[in-house]
């Protein structure tokens, strides 16, 4: 890299951090590592095919494509998706290996593009309006311009992060998902919700903002610590059970696959829980309707991981917040004891918690006044009406709502 590129590239020296910044949080512990080496690649004639899932929102259709080696050719994927731009802005987890985010940055400079590398030491706690303004200064420092696409590399917390900052960067550029944990590929990837966390509570503060493109490389899972891998297969969990009852079988049957990392089978998971996440995104944009099926145990989950301050995983949140949903469910006699059964195993099964919650219960239940989908003072929560089929209900009696998360610990 020449002397005039490497100015491209900004450094967390070039940044000011605050005794507050805390890589060592332990919600971060487990998941932030130096890694140079690229994953390695299997052989050509062991790949999986490219799969496509067309997102057909009203003027703002786009592509997620999954594709072993997406990454190398990104470049060449956000040139096409953003005619006319010049510029592009990498904010990159600085948990994602740097093999992996010098590829993607010579990529883009290979197809013509002008990379501004930003770094971002991504965790819940750093999920903050303080971080948004901080990756916002070197971009404006850049003079970028309306069609300077912002290119997220890294997990949910990066591109929910990098989603709000081209949201409000000259009030909106467009904006291109790289996720590279599972969850990111399977969930936040796709449906333009973007934000930051706020001291009463999780997302509070935020925007939709939908990418131009979604790159997907499953070769990157191999990089993931297995909390992370694990973590991700919670969404592919609530995915299944409030839309396709198949899908969940299935997983109940080869999620094993998903745990020793079979690039193949993870790509079409991968494929599978996008194209649902994208129906449901298609018949409700902004989450005015059924969108809110895809909260199925965010609402316990969302006040876990607040009480915990991060402690408990995204995806641990939402394993025990399903776990104290389908408890609701099979009190209120939507769901029948086998169905109960069955969602426990599967979450058992994918090395989540059902279980030994630690937290102070009332803290819990008073997290969720601070739900965003509270509406005219009542809690609403999506519960199962069968495998398959999300409902939401907001007359759950608050003794019940206690039972549940007293039924975690």
Same mark, same amino acid.
């Given at each position: 890299?020449?002397?005039?590129?490497?100015?491209?590239?900004?450094?967390?020296?070039?940044?000011?951090?605050?005794?507050?910044?805390?890589?060592?949080?332990?919600?971060?512990?487990?998941?932030?590592?130096?890694?140079?080496?690229?994953?390695?690649?299997?052989? #050509?004639?062991?790949?999986?095919?490219?799969?496509?899932?067309?997102?057909?929102?009203?003027?703002? #259709?786009?592509? !997620?494509?999954?594709?072993?080696?997406?990454?190398?050719?990104?470049?060449?994927?956000?040139?096409?998706?953003?005619?006319?731009?010049? &510029?592009?802005?990498?904010?990159?987890?600085?948990?994602?290996?740097?093999?992996?985010?010098?590829?993607?940055?010579?990529?883009?400079?290979?197809?013509?593009?002008?990379?501004?590398?930003?770094?971002?030491?991504?965790?819940?706690?750093? &999920?903050?309006?303080?971080?948004?303004?901080?990756?916002?200064?070197?971009?404006?420092?850049?003079?970028?311009?309306?069609?300077?696409?912002?290119?997220?590399?890294?997990?949910?917390?990066?591109?929910?992060?990098?989603?709000?900052? #081209?949201?409000?960067?000259?009030?909106?550029?467009?904006?291109?998902?790289?996720?590279?944990?599972?969850?990111?590929?399977?969930?936040?990837?796709?449906?333009? &919700?973007?934000?930051?966390?706020?001291?009463?509570?999780?997302?509070?503060?935020? #925007?939709?903002?939908?990418?131009?493109?979604?790159?997907?490389?499953?070769?990157?899972?191999?990089?993931?610590?297995?909390?992370?891998?694990?973590?991700?297969?919670?969404?592919?969990?609530?995915?299944?059970?409030?839309?396709?009852?198949?899908?969940?079988?299935?997983?109940?049957?080869?999620?094993?696959?998903?745990?020793?990392?079979?690039?193949?089978?993870?790509?079409?998971?991968?494929?599978?829980?996008?194209?649902?996440?994208?129906?449901? !995104?298609?018949?409700?944009?902004?989450?005015?309707?059924?969108?809110?099926?895809?909260?199925?145990?965010?609402?316990?989950?969302?006040?876990?991981?607040?009480?915990?301050?991060?402690?408990?995983?995204?995806?641990?949140? !939402?394993?025990?917040?399903?776990?104290?949903?389908?408890?609701?469910?099979?009190?209120?006699?939507?769901?029948?004891?086998?169905?109960?059964?069955?969602?426990?195993?599967?979450?058992?099964?994918?090395?989540?918690?059902?279980?030994?919650?630690?937290?102070?219960?009332?803290?819990?239940?008073?997290?969720?006044?601070?739900?965003?989908?509270?509406?005219?003072?009542?809690?609403?929560?999506?519960?199962?009406?069968?495998?398959?089929?999300?409902?939401?209900?907001?007359?759950?009696?608050?003794?019940?709502?206690?039972?549940?998360?007293?039924?975690?610990?």
């Amino acid at each position: 890299m020449s002397e005039q590129q490497s100015k491209r590239w900004i450094t967390l020296n070039d940044m000011p951090l605050a005794a507050t910044d805390r890589l060592d949080h332990p919600a971060a512990a487990d998941t932030i590592r130096r890694v140079t080496a690229a994953p390695a690649s299997p052989p #050509a004639e062991s790949l999986p095919a490219e799969r496509v899932v067309r997102v057909a929102l009203p003027g703002h #259709a786009y592509d !997620v494509t999954v594709r072993h080696g997406l990454l190398a050719a990104a470049g060449a994927a956000v040139r096409a998706a953003v005619p006319g731009a010049v &510029k592009a802005v990498v904010i990159h987890d600085l948990n994602v290996p740097a093999a992996a985010v010098e590829g993607l940055v010579g990529s883009l400079r290979s197809s013509g593009l002008e990379p501004l590398a930003v770094p971002y030491p991504a965790s819940e706690a750093n &999920k903050s309006w303080d971080w948004a303004g901080r990756l916002l200064d070197p971009i404006l420092r850049a003079r970028v311009d309306r069609r300077t696409p912002v290119v997220a590399l890294g997990g949910g917390v990066t591109g929910d992060v990098a989603g709000f900052v #081209a949201a409000t960067l000259l009030r909106g550029v467009p904006f291109v998902q790289v996720p590279t944990s599972l969850l990111a590929m399977v969930d936040a990837s796709v449906g333009g &919700k973007t934000g930051v966390n706020h001291p009463a509570g999780k997302n509070l503060v935020g #925007a939709f903002h939908q990418p131009v493109a979604v790159l997907i490389d499953p070769a990157v899972l191999g990089t993931l610590p297995d909390r992370e891998l694990r973590g991700g297969l919670a969404e592919c969990v609530k995915h299944d059970l409030i839309r396709d009852a198949a899908g969940f079988e299935r997983f109940e049957r080869d999620v094993g696959r998903a745990l020793a990392l079979d690039l193949d089978y993870l790509a079409e998971l991968v494929a599978h829980n996008v194209a649902i996440k994208a129906r449901v !995104v298609e018949a409700d944009p902004f989450e005015r309707g059924e969108r809110a099926h895809l909260n199925f145990g965010h609402t316990f989950g969302h006040a876990i991981e607040t009480v915990s301050d991060y402690g408990y995983s995204h995806g641990e949140s !939402v394993a025990l917040g399903m776990v104290a949903a389908v408890g609701v469910s099979a009190r209120l006699g939507l769901l029948d004891e086998p169905g109960r059964r069955r969602v426990l195993a599967a979450i058992a099964a994918a090395g989540l918690p059902t279980g030994g919650l630690s937290l102070d219960v009332d803290a819990v239940v008073a997290a969720m006044a601070f739900d965003k989908k509270v509406a005219a003072g009542r809690l609403r929560f999506v519960l199962l009406d069968g495998i398959g089929k999300a409902v939401v209900r907001d007359d759950v009696p608050a003794d019940l709502v206690r039972a549940a998360v007293e039924g975690l610990r």
